[in-house]
């Protein structure tokens, strides 16, 4: 009996040269990710200033006394728990519709065979072209003519489906072989039991990744938000915020108040991306275990 031979790698030595572009590298991506982070570090430390330390020294990042006077307030002084809770709801109902209805859509564009689907496509696409501040007055009339200006269900149901949503689902769906949903359909499976119990199970990475930008898109929506609603009641986080900004609770910049709120409402959008970021970057995972 031979023992088995182990080999170890050998070690790649890189030329100076080399040596000198990968430092240089790294040194930029260093400080783009300094650049892109530093507002947000700002933020941080701002929540955590007296007013007078914020106007003084905005861009410090050690404030000069510690201070969570602004993060009290906000728990005190601003009716931010129902600023919340509205921003829950309308996000929890806006993120379940578009990730049921876009897929709905995106499997129907992608497998079935209907007169005029060529047409829809490129309305689709064409939509996905008009900037959103366009269709913010159409929306709004359309609010009112149908009495669901300042309601839930008028900050909900314009926005429940989005083309975005559906262009990328319809993308992943052609992905996936036909032929794995031909058993099914011998068996006798019709089309959406096909599409609830074979397709959408495989489209798992793109679900994921229609579902965070869904949340992320309705959390911090704030345009359409304005103009669907006018009680206080229906403030979310994002127009409770800037009402603050507009100085709302009396006189000064009142910076570290606006920073804390900032920081807050940030939370839930990054912990649901560290959650997911490993399966939203890969997207073809579904369509391979296929």
Not at 71 to 78: A, G, I, S
Not at 180 to 191: C, F, K, L, P, Y
Not at 225 to 235: K, S
Not at 247 to 261: D, E, I, R, S, T
């Amino acid at each position: 009996m031979t023992a088995a031979t182990v080999t170890t790698p050998r070690r790649v030595r890189l030329s100076p040269r080399a040596i000198s572009g990968l430092t240089i590298g790294y040194a930029i991506l260093i400080l783009l990710a300094v650049i892109y982070i530093y507002p947000f570090l700002i933020s941080i430390a701002g929540s955590f200033k007296t007013d007078a330390d914020a106007t003084q020294n905005p861009l410090s990042l050690l404030p000069a006394t510690w201070s969570f006077a602004a993060y009290e307030r906000l728990f005190t002084q601003v009716p931010l728990l129902q600023w919340t809770g509205n921003s829950v709801l309308v996000t929890v109902c806006i993120t379940a519709g578009r990730v049921f209805f876009d897929s709905l859509a995106g499997y129907a564009l992608s497998r079935l065979r209907f007169p005029g689907r060529s047409v829809i496509f490129a309305g689709l696409i064409a939509v996905m072209a008009v900037p959103p501040v366009a269709l913010l007055i159409p929306r709004f009339l359309v609010l009112k003519e149908f009495g669901l200006f300042d309601t839930y269900a008028g900050m909900i149901i314009p926005i429940m489906i989005d083309a975005a949503g559906i262009f990328i689902m319809k993308q992943f769906f052609e992905s996936i072989p036909v032929s794995v949903e031909e058993a099914a359909r011998i068996d006798g499976a019709g089309v959406f039991r096909t599409f609830w119990s074979i397709v959408l199970p495989m489209a798992r990475p793109a679900l994921i990744t229609l579902f965070i930008l869904s949340f992320q898109g309705s959390w911090n929506e704030f345009a359409f938000y304005l103009i669907a609603r006018q009680d206080t009641d229906l403030h979310t986080l994002t127009t409770g915020v800037a009402t603050l900004t507009a100085g709302q609770l009396g006189q000064g910049n009142q910076f570290p108040l606006k920073l804390a709120a900032a920081v807050l409402m940030s939370i839930p959008v990054a912990v649901l991306f560290f959650i997911f970021q490993k399966r939203i970057m890969s997207t073809s995972e579904g369509a391979e275990k296929g």
